[in-house]
């Protein structure tokens, strides 16, 4: 069973960084593209950002442009967020996916997901 596992949230004070991994399990992550979604509380769940097979083409919402950093490492089976600058908004829990295509980025076009790791943005 294909499986996706998200780490490397917690608490942090507005303008402040966190990185998150996800480790697959199951495939090899050259074989599908990735990507970063979130969700907060009593709001839909929203694409963050995706990244190509080879990793060389990446995409982000325009709420995050400039601030996260999608990249993956492909013999570890790993993708990263790293995220800069976060606000309070940012806060929600973080969930990697894995789909055939990178865009649209959207629930619908990604097939498989992790169980999520919870980010706290707050002073």
Known sequence: QLQLV??????????????????ASGFTTDYYVMGWFRQAPGKEREGVSCISNSGSRAYYADSVKGRFTISRDNAKNTVYLQMNSLKPEDAAIYYCAAASICLPLRRGNYDYWGQGTQVTVSS
């Open 6 to 23: 998200e780490s490397g949230g917690g608490l942090v004070q507005p303008g402040g960084s966190l990185r998150l991994s996800c480790v």
